[in-house]
């Protein structure tokens, strides 16, 4: 929910046996700009870090 309301879709998927955390996979389609990646990072940051959680990093796909 809170991450809906960045325009963001997620999954989260709940501890397995080789890999015994909780993981939230979240995605949005978005055009990639400096300041607003630097901002996105912070905010998910400070998200997880309220949830004693951690930020672990961006991935993304290219299309022409």
């Given amino acids: 929910e809170i991450l809906s309301e960045k325009g963001f879709t997620s999954t989260s ?3 397995q046996k080789n890999f015994p ?3 939230v ?3 949005k389609e978005m055009l990639i700009e400096c300041n607003l990646m630097a901002d996105l990072t912070d905010y998910l940051r400070e998200l ?3 949830h004693n959680g951690v930020f672990s990093g961006w991935g ?3 299309e022409k």
Wanted: glycine content about 0%; overall charge neutral; cysteine-free.
């Fill in 21 to 23: 955390t909780y993981e």
């Fill in 60 to 62: 993304t796909s290219v």
């Fill in 25 to 27: 996979v979240a995605e």
């Fill in 48 to 50: 997880a870090k309220k």
């Fill in 13 to 15: 998927y709940a501890p």
